[in-house]
């Protein structure tokens, strides 16, 4: 089993940044892919951006690409969301997921291990 906190979350004005963090506990090893998904008020859950476990490889959903970059610091096993330029659109709550492989996926079903979310807010 692995746990996941996110932290970073918070309010901020569209145009602004904002950083989150998640770090994992537990079962760690072999390293797998993390991802970041949110969820609006009213709307289902949907991705935001994977890395793979090595950090290599990365996955974008159009709506963020350009504007929020993924990292990783296994040392720290903690993964990062930085968020530039943020839209009103932006404002979900953040979950951070632990994945069943080593690669980057865009489906909810192949990450086995959540967060408790974070809550993002950009006002206009």
């Known amino acids: 089993q692995v746990q996941l906190v996110e932290s970073g979350g918070g309010l901020v004005q569209a145009g602004g940044s904002l950083r989150l963090s998640c770090r994992a506990s537990?079962?760690?090893?072999?390293?797998?892919?993390m991802g970041w998904f949110r969820q609006a008020p009213g709307k289902e859950r949907e991705f935001v951006v994977a890395?793979?476990?090595?950090?290599?490889?990365?996955l974008y959903a159009d709506s963020v690409k350009g504007r929020f970059t993924i990292s990783r610091d296994n040392a720290k096993s903690t993964v990062y969301l930085q968020m530039n330029n943020l839209k009103p659109e932006d404002t979900a709550v953040y979950y951070c997921a632990w994945g069943d492989t080593i690669g980057t996926s865009r489906d909810p079903a192949d990450f086995g291990s959540w967060g408790q979310g974070t809550q993002v807010t950009v006002s206009s």
């Open positions: 537990g079962r760690t090893f072999p390293r797998y892919g």
């Open positions: 890395i793979s476990g090595s950090g290599v490889s990365t």
